[in-house]
């Protein structure tokens, strides 16, 4: 399913005559939405080398979506946490440069597995409106109910925007759920 196939079905929900542009923006914080609420795993593998202390990762890893840091067989903390103590393995990480700082820095050249949470990095514009969601194709259709949603409160339909609010939510809560256990 795609961005075009989300908004016909959500027009076909609730007729409106919001303008293009706003239901992209609204589908924007949606798919943002999407990924606050359902957390699902990623995985990044890279290779440390012996006395390197800094790491670039993948551009969609974040500081605050990182719950496990291995170098070899040792656990890192982050450094952002309370209790942290100079005798542990800890790290920081930089949003804006995405690097990862390891300390102490490994002894040998070992393997680093790092496991965070996906974010969404799509912006949707009308140029594009053959592009797919960034949530897993099994919940593309969730977002039609939540755009219905933004255009029904648009109407002033409170009644059928909480409805679809509803649906969209009991969907992504159970997404939550799945992901919880470490599905993918």
């Known amino acids: 399913m795609n961005i075009g196939e989300i908004i016909g079905e959500a027009d076909l929900l609730v007729p409106n005559e919001v303008p ?16 606050n609420v359902v957390k699902i795993p990623k995985i990044a593998k890279f290779s440390c080398a012996a006395a390197q202390q800094d790491y670039v990762l993948p551009v969609d890893v974040r500081a605050k979506n990182i719950d496990l840091l291995m170098i070899g067989m040792f656990r890192y903390q982050s450094l952002d946490r309370d209790g942290v103590t100079p005798a542990q393995n800890a790290y920081s990480f930089d949003d804006s440069t995405h690097t990862l700082s390891v300390y102490p820095a490994p002894y040998s050249d070992l393997q680093g597995v790092l496991r965070y949470r996906r974010i969404a990095t799509t912006n949707y514009a009308s140029s594009n409106l053959l592009q797919p969601p960034d949530a897993p194709e099994e919940y593309h259709w969730t977002y039609i109910p939540a755009l219905a949603a933004y255009l029904a409160k648009t109407q002033d339909d409170n009644v059928k925007a909480a409805n679809y609010e509803n649906e969209y939510k009991a969907a992504w809560n159970v997404a939550a759920q799945n992901y919880q256990g470490g599905g993918s």
């Open 20 to 35: 293009a542009a706003d239901k992209l923006i609204s589908l924007n914080a949606i798919n943002q939405d999407f990924f």
